[in-house]
Every structure is written in structure tokens, then in C-alpha cells.
């Protein structure tokens, strides 16, 4: 793959840039393979579902903390206006308060229904909630300062440390609240140590001119992802209520690799601090000419991971073999990566009308459909929606990167 693209008329810097942010993925999605092996082998299917569910619900909770500002950091150091980091945190940690307050009433709802693991697990969600939002932003800064070696590195250790630690916790325990408190401290403490080292290379900085517009643009994108998050995650809280936590396990040990390996290619990553500096027409053209020259890469990148999948599953994770078959069919999403470089244009130029329009289709399309699906076809009815989900944005991605 990486002989292939060094061919293309310049793509250089974007693989010397790649190779660290791909060492960052490698370590992350290594540490996630671990996290995941010792799970199979120690810890059962039921409470693996748990665990998952009690994530769903956490990562449904972040959405009140604008996980579009994010990108609004990226742009803004790419820009040199590194004086928005300050209003950003506080912007956070503030809407960050309604999610933990989301996850504290959830919490009470199952102590009340004498659920005391879910309902603990749930409260220690709600007070690292805010927290957690805001040591997780020194990717982003990396990344817009364009120094994507510190992003590689910092995002490695971000997910080793923490994963080594939530590893050594369940090999001396299977219980579910000590394992939970050890995912959220661990990440916690070791992301907060990055980020505050990160943060002190930051000077006084320049504001944006446009800081409310860049805010407003960042809430916007938040909105988007509002429905996208919740497609995200209600496949496993909606197949928990109808399935139950086993099936929630072996979905889960499907969907997670699938995931991994398509966050291990960094297109969006790599592409918005150039495309942000270019015109509308000038990163549109060469967008659509790396576009279909990536296709040429992830065609037998996908074919060749549907079918080493059943030695690997059988290697790695031999008490999940039933989740080949989902994995499989998942797989097929990955060829659609190369869209990821169309939709940053719209990112990069602030197109939120057709942000808008893609973020907001798809996912109602997912969880219509899940839940049609899932009562009668269980894990086939989720992978299914998915399926269908991916390739309604694809083709909205296509239909108005046209039209730019």
C-alpha cells in the first residue's frame, strides 16, 4: 500500500506524515486487539456485553460536550490562532455537565431497580465525563500545528498506558464496577499528564477573527453528529433489550475490529490542515483525483481482510468465532474509506448545509432500521442497517462534493 501511494505525484509529505500517525493507530489498535484478547479469555460473554453497554451509554453522553469543537481546534492551530484552546475548554466542560448529569439520572434509575453494578458504573461515568472531554484534546492540537510525529507518540502512549493498566485489572478481577473505574481513571489520568504537557507549549495565542462564526460552525457539526452518535451506539443498547448481553458481546467482537481498521487509515487527519488552506476549487480537484486512485487500494485491502478473517478469529479470538461471519459483512464498509477525503472538503470550507444533509439521512436511515430489523433478525438486522447506513452517506458524500 505505502509503495503504491509513494507512486502518486505528491503524496511524500502525506507519507511521511502518515507513517506517524499510522504508528499511533498501530499502537492504539494493538493495545485494543490485547484489551480485547484478555476479555475472551477471562472474562465472560455476559459481562463483556455489560461493559460494552455501559460504553454505549457514556459515549452517547459526550455528545453534550460539541465534539465538533474539536475540529474547530485543528483548524484554528493550523491558522495559528492558538488563543481559542481557552474558550473551547470551558465551552466543553460546561455542556459536558448535562451528560454527566444524563448518565447520574441513569444511574439512579437502575440503583432503583436494585441494578447496583449498572447503576455505579453508570454514576462513575457521570463524574469523569467532563474531564475525560477535555484531556483528549492535545491530538487535535498536534494535529493542526501539522507536527504529526507528537500526535503519533502522544496518541500511542494515550492508549497503551491505559490499556496495559485496564489489562492487569481484569486479570486479578471479573468484577464489572472495578473494571469500569479502572478503564475511566486510568485514561484519565494518563491523557490529563499529555495534555497538560501539551497545553504548555501553547503561548498566549491569537483569537480567531471569526470566533463566534468558528464556534457556532463547531456547534453546528456537534448537532450533526447528534443522530450519527446516537446510530453509533443504540445498535448495542437496542440489541442488548433484544438479544441480550451475549449477543451484544459477539457483535461487539465484530464490529470492533472493523471499526479499528477503518479509523487505522488517517485521511481525515491528514487532509484537513491542507485542504483548509487551500480555495473550494483547488482542493476539490486534487481531492477527486486521490479519491479514486485510493479506491485502488482498498479494494483488495478489504479483500484480503474478509478472507484471512476466519484464521485470524480462530487464532486470536477462538471463543468468538460466531462473530466471523458479522465481521465479514462488516468489512464490506472499509471500501468506502476513500469518502472520508470527499466529506473533509466540506469540513474544511464550512460547507454545513450538506454536512447537514449527510450527517443527518444516514443515521435516521441506521436506527429506522435497526429498529425494524433487529426484533426479527438480531446481529443480521444491526450489520445490515449498517451496511445500508454507510452506503446512503457515501453516495450523498459523492452527490454534493459534485456539486461544490
Not at 484552546?85 to 444524563?102: A, R, T
Not at 478469529?313 to 464490506?332: E, G, R, T
Not at 473533509?344 to 441506521?366: E, Q, W
Request: hydrophobic letters at 50%; charged letters at 15%; proline letters at 4%.
Amino acid at each position: 500500500m505505502i509503495i503504491f501511494l509513494k507512486k502518486i505525484k505528491g503524496t511524500s509529505l502525506v507519507i511521511k506524515n502518515g507513517a506517524w500517525i499510522l504508528f499511533g493507530k498501530t499502537v492504539s489498535a494493538i493495545a485494543s486487539v490485547a484489551i480485547m484478547l484478555v476479555f475472551a479469555n477471562l472474562i465472560s460473554k455476559e459481562t463483556y456485553g455489560a461493559y460494552n453497554y455501559i460504553l454505549s451509554f457514556f459515549a452517547m453522553a459526550s455528545i453534550f460536550s460539541l465534539p465538533g469543537l474539536n475540529t474547530i481546534i485543528s483548524r484554528s492551530f493550523a491558522k495559528k490562532e492558538e488563543g481559542v484552546l481557552k474558550i473551547i475548554e470551558k465551552e466543553k466542560f460546561k455542556w459536558s455537565l448535562l451528560g454527566s448529569l444524563f448518565l447520574f439520572i441513569l444511574g439512579a434509575w437502575y440503583l432503583i431497580k436494585l441494578n447496583y453494578t449498572l447503576g455505579i458504573s453508570f454514576i462513575i461515568g457521570g463524574i469523569f465525563l467532563p474531564v475525560e472531554q477535555i484531556v483528549r484534546l492535545s491530538p487535535y492540537i498536534w494535529e493542526g500545528r501539522m507536527n504529526f510525529k507528537k500526535q503519533g507518540i502522544y496518541e500511542s502512549i494515550g492508549f497503551f498506558v491505559p490499556a496495559i493498566i485496564l489489562i492487569l485489572t481484569i486479570i486479578n478481577t471479573d468484577n464489572l464496577t472495578i473494571i469500569i473505574i479502572s478503564y475511566f481513571l486510568s485514561y484519565a489520568v494518563i491523557r490529563g499528564i499529555l495534555y497538560f504537557k501539551t497545553r504548555s507549549t501553547i503561548q498566549k495565542g491569537q483569537v480567531p477573527v471569526d470566533l463566534q462564526k468558528d464556534l457556532s460552525f463547531g456547534k453546528h457539526l456537534t448537532y450533526m453528529q447528534v443522530i450519527q452518535n446516537l446510530a453509533g451506539q443504540l445498535d448495542k443498547v437496542i440489541l442488548w433489550h433484544f438479544s441480550g448481553p451475549v449477543a451484544v458481546a459477539i457483535f461487539s467482537f465484530a464490529q470492533m475490529p472493523v471499526g479499528q481498521l477503518r479509523d487505522f487509515f488517517p485521511i481525515n487527519t491528514l487532509a484537513l490542515p491542507r485542504l483548509s488552506k487551500m480555495t473550494k476549487e483547488e482542493a476539490k480537484k486534487k481531492s477527486l483525483k486521490k479519491f479514486f486512485l485510493l479506491f485502488l487500494v482498498f479494494i483488495p485491502t478489504t479483500a484480503g481482510i474478509i478472507l484471512l478473517a476466519p484464521f485470524i478469529y480462530k487464532i486470536v479470538f477462538p471463543s468468538y468465532i460466531d462473530s466471523v461471519k458479522y465481521f465479514q459483512l462488516l468489512s464490506l464498509g472499509i471500501l468506502l474509506t476513500p469518502f472520508n477525503l470527499l466529506i473533509t472538503n466540506f469540513i474544511s470550507h464550512t460547507n454545513t448545509g450538506a454536512l447537514y444533509k449527510i450527517k443527518t439521512v444516514s443515521p435516521i436511515i441506521k436506527i429506522s432500521l435497526y429498529v425494524v430489523l433487529v426484533p426479527f433478525y438480531g446481529i443480521y438486522g444491526i450489520v445490515c442497517a449498517t451496511l445500508m447506513g454507510h452506503f446512503v452517506e457515501s453516495c450523498m458524500v459523492y452527490y454534493f462534493f459534485k456539486k461544490i
